[in-house]
């Protein structure tokens, strides 16, 4: 870039941080926020404190850094807010995307750190996780609410509870009301804050490991949204078409009770029961390497089947009224080169929603893992060396901004058809 570039994306800069930086008490606060974005936007391989004051030259203050990030009084979610305002309107989302990342650490000092599994190392070890939501459409995406999860063993009165975490509460500014939440609720609690800031977004998007959880699913609805989650292969369910029947009644005993004459079948059973000739090539999305489509780009496609099904299980039918279990879409990828599907999906969109809208939506989770490829791999997302459960917070609110100033930055310079890709 040219010396007159790098002044205006400066000039930029300081204008965004001013405006997500509005709720700042202090003017030192808005000061030390706006150099902490330029540490976080440096080149440099760590976005640790340190690090980045070395790489300030004037503004390097080490000591003021660390104070911002780490116990300055400011609230993230008044800067959350803000942000999800301006990404709102930027990006027009589709969905709420909701998923956990793991922050590996070698110690056991920092808060909520424990041996748990973490998809960011494919097994369980020692790490933080955070569970983060993301505002996403087909072009861009932010994350604009984050939450630290917090195992048991750091949970008084948990049986689980781990002495030596508990008493490391106070040291690592963990609330006294905050306790061990299940990841799934963590999300649900975010859409509510979102909701409280103005913002609605119709349809959530999440893995299986938040799709599996009946309660998850019952709390979207509850609160008006439809949704498209993974679900593991061992979920069980009824054919769409399957209908509870009654007994006759002997006249002795309690009258018969309405239920299905057969057992539920496992989703991945029923899809092969269906056979691999249902399965219907779909093109999702262009990839960023070259392929032969019209536009040089790689095509992104699969073949996939979609069926209506009536997810099964105690909890569902408590919460039904009536024998008959409700009815949604079960989508399932089966490429050609596999000998049985190999990814399932839940929906509750309509029934007369097109099998390309249902896959496009499922793959649209693609953005929350560029998402945090960006954060972590150029913005420092999983550097932060504090220990406080206020600094981690700080931290990860500080990245998201300058993760979607950069969002904003691609969004503006881009030529208007090609800014979808």
């Known amino acids: 870039m040219t010396p007159d570039e790098i002044a205006e994306v400066r000039g930029e800069l300081e204008?965004?941080?001013?405006?997500?930086?509005e709720p700042f008490a202090?003017?030192?606060?808005?000061?030390?926020?706006?150099?902490?974005l330029r540490g976080l936007l440096t080149d440099g391989q760590r976005k640790s404190v340190e690090p980045m004051a070395a790489r300030l030259g004037e503004d390097g203050n080490r000591q003021a850094l660390a104070h911002f990030v780490t116990t300055s009084p400011w609230d993230p979610a008044h800067?959350?807010?803000?942000?999800a305002w301006k990404m709102e309107a930027a990006i027009r989302p589709r969905a709420l995307i909701f998923d956990d990342t793991g922050f590996l650490k070698d110690g056991n000092a920092s808060a909520c750190v424990s041996r748990q599994y973490t998809g960011t190392a494919g097994k369980v070890t020692n790490c933080q996780v955070g569970v983060s939501l993301h505002l996403a459409s087909d072009h861009a995406s932010a994350a604009v609410d984050w939450r630290l999860f917090l195992p048991e063993t750091w949970a008084p009165g948990s049986a689980k509870a781990d002495p030596d975490k508990v008493a490391r509460r106070t040291a690592c500014q963990i609330p006294e009301d905050v306790g061990h939440v299940e990841k799934w609720q963590l999300a649900l609690d975010m859409i509510d804050e979102t909701r409280s800031w103005g913002i609605e977004v119709p349809l959530a998007i999440a893995d299986a490991g938040?799709?599996?959880a009946a309660a998850f699913r019952f709390g979207l609805q509850s609160r008006g949204l439809n949704y498209v989650v993974g679900i593991s292969t061992t979920l069980s369910a009824q054919p769409g078409e399957a209908v509870p029947v009654t007994e006759p009644y002997t006249g002795t005993g309690r009258p018969p009770v309405a239920k299905y004459p057969g057992k539920p079948q496992s989703v991945k059973q029923l899809v092969i029961e269906a056979g691999r000739k249902a399965a219907r090539p779909v093109q999702w999305r262009e990839g960023s390497r070259p392929g032969k489509s019209k536009s040089g780009l790689k095509?992104?496609?699969s073949r996939f089947t979609a069926q209506?099904?009536?997810p099964a299980g105690r909890e569902i039918a408590r919460?039904?009224?009536?024998?008959?279990?409700?009815?949604?879409w079960l989508l399932a990828e089966w490429p050609a080169t596999e000998n049985e599907p190999v990814q399932f999906w839940l929906s509750d969109l309509p029934a007369d929603t097109p099998l390309t809208t249902l896959v496009r939506l499922a793959k649209l989770r693609w953005r929350i893992e560029h998402d945090y490829r960006e954060m972590k791999q150029a913005l420092g997302l999983a550097h932060f060396e504090g220990r406080t459960f206020t600094?981690?917070?700080?931290?990860?609110?500080?990245?998201s901004v300058a993760h979607a100033f950069c969002t904003l930055q691609r969004l503006a310079r881009a030529p208007k058809d090609t800014a979808p890709a």
């Open 79 to 83: 800067v959350r807010a803000r942000l």
């Open 210 to 212: 938040y799709g599996d």
């Open 299 to 301: 095509r992104m496609y």
């Open 26 to 36: 202090r003017n030192d606060q808005r000061r030390w926020g706006q150099v902490y």
């Open 15 to 21: 204008g965004f941080a001013a405006e997500v930086f």
């Open 391 to 399: 600094g981690w917070h700080h931290h990860v609110t500080l990245v």
């Open 319 to 328: 919460a039904t009224d009536g024998p008959a279990l409700p009815e949604c």
């Open 308 to 310: 209506r099904i009536r």
